[in-house]
């Protein structure tokens, strides 16, 4: 059974950073891409950062230069660190799991809250 399990949101004043993780377990971590994605209040769900399976990162434009993704496939876990946190970074932040064979994954979410 696949499960994937963030951690690390919480409450952050503006200008914060935070680091969130992933935990996976049930799948052969080093050969799926691993992403997040976030839930913005009042808005759909979008894609801010992947890392490939051989460790390649991508970020969405409007998050680039303060979100870095990476992956510690020793240990089966992939993290978000943010810096320079803004409110509107408030959201669910959501990680998931994709291969495109064996399909995609999703965690249940962890959130974060930026405000002073």
């Known amino acids: 059974q696949v499960q994937l399990v963030e951690s690390g949101g919480g409450l952050v004043q503006p200008g914060g950073s935070l680091r969130l993780s992933c935990a996976t377990s049930g799948i052969v971590f080093n050969i799926w891409d691993m992403g997040w994605w976030r839930q913005r209040p009042g808005k759909q769900r979008e894609w801010v950062a992947g890392?490939?399976?051989?460790?390649?990162?991508n970020y969405d434009d409007s998050v680039k230069g303060r979100f870095t993704i990476t992956r510690d496939n020793a240990r089966k876990l992939v993290y978000l660190e943010i810096n320079n946190l803004k409110p509107e970074d408030t959201a669910a932040y959501l990680c998931?799991?994709?291969?495109?064979?064996?399909?995609?994954?999703w965690g249940q979410g962890t959130q974060v809250t930026v405000s002073s």
């Open positions: 998931t799991a994709y291969h495109a064979r064996l399909g995609n994954a």
């Open positions: 890392i490939t399976s051989l460790g390649v990162a």
